[in-house]
C-alpha cells in the first residue's frame, strides 16, 4: 500500500502562484510514476502532469504546459507541483496519484493509489 498526502492549495489571484505537495508513505520502491489530476465541478478528473519515480522523466497536459512544474525530493519521498501564472479555469480539486505499473499515465485508470485531494481556487 502506498499512502498520499496533499498540501498546499488555497485561494490565489490570477497570475500568482501555489506549490502543492504529495507526501508518499516510505514504501515508494513499487511506485513506477507519481501523477497530478484535477477535477473541477460537474467535470471529470483530468490529467495536469506525471513523472517517472526512477529517472524523472516528465509529462504535461497541454493546458498546463509552460506554466505548472512536477518535481521530487526523493530523500522526502515527496512529489511537487509548481503552479504559475495561474488562471481562474485551473480552479479545482487536485490529486496526487501513484502507479506501480507501466502505463500511458494519463488516463486516471492507469493509477492505484490516490490522495484525498487538495482545493485550489483562482479568483479573477
Known amino acids: 500500500q502506498v499512502q498520499l498526502v496533499e498540501s498546499g492549495g488555497g485561494l490565489v489571484q490570477a497570475g500568482g502562484s501555489l506549490r502543492l505537495s504529495c507526501a508518499a508513505s516510505?514504501?515508494?520502491?513499487?511506485?513506477?510514476?507519481m501523477g497530478w489530476f484535477r477535477q473541477a465541478p460537474g467535470k471529470d478528473r483530468e490529467f495536469v502532469a506525471h513523472m517517472y519515480w526512477s529517472g524523472g522523466r516528465t509529462y504535461y497536459a497541454e493546458s498546463v504546459k509552460g506554466r505548472f512544474t512536477i518535481s521530487r525530493d526523493n530523500a522526502k519521498n515527496t512529489v511537487y507541483l509548481q503552479m504559475n501564472s495561474l488562471k481562474p479555469e485551473d480552479t479545482a480539486v487536485y490529486y496526487c496519484?501513484?502507479?506501480?505499473?507501466?502505463?500511458?499515465?494519463?488516463?486516471?485508470?492507469?493509477?492505484?493509489?490516490w490522495g484525498q485531494g487538495t482545493q485550489v481556487t483562482v479568483s479573477s
Open positions: 496519484a501513484a502507479r506501480v505499473r507501466v502505463a500511458l499515465g494519463t488516463s486516471k485508470d492507469d493509477y492505484d493509489y
Open positions: 516510505a514504501r515508494t520502491f513499487s511506485v513506477y510514476a
